[in-house]
């Protein structure tokens, strides 16, 4: 089983930056695929970025190119991933989400290919 715990969350004015960071633990293995999600109110779960633990394979939504930058480092027993949020939009507000996959996904960015989830850390972005 695989625990996830997301924090970093917050308020911040349009421009400004964030940093969130999801900590895996439990029975983690070496080969692993992480991506973070977002949900606004009334739409619809969308992948923001992901990231592979063997080689990086980082893939981002177009809406966050160039902004949003994906990163992890591991221990022994767990892995921190990392999501810097540059220049952020009122656009960017939503509630954000870390998942892991222990399979290969065929979409990094799509939310069914991953099996276990955090419960998330609301990002709001004031214009």
């Known amino acids: 089983q695989v625990q996830l715990v997301e924090s970093g969350g917050g308020s911040v004015q349009a421009g400004g930056s964030l940093r969130l960071s999801c900590v895996a633990s439990?029975?983690?293995?070496?080969?692993?695929?992480v991506a973070w999600f977002r949900q606004a109110p009334g739409k619809e779960r969308e992948g923001v970025a992901s990231?592979?633990?063997?080689?990086?394979?980082?893939?981002?939504a177009d809406s966050v190119k160039g902004r949003f930058t994906i990163s992890q480092s591991q221990d022994n027993a767990k892995i921190t991933v990392y999501l810097r949020m540059n220049s952020l939009k009122p656009e960017d507000t939503a509630m954000y989400y870390c998942?892991?996959?222990?399979?290969?996904?065929?979409?990094?960015?799509?939310?069914?290919?991953?099996?276990?989830w955090g419960r998330g850390t609301q990002v709001t972005v004031s214009s």
């Open positions: 998942a892991v996959s222990l399979l290969a996904p065929m979409n990094a960015l799509l939310p069914d290919e991953y099996k276990y």
């Open positions: 990231i592979f633990s063997l080689g990086g394979n980082m893939r981002y």
């Open positions: 439990g029975y983690v293995y070496s080969r692993w695929h």
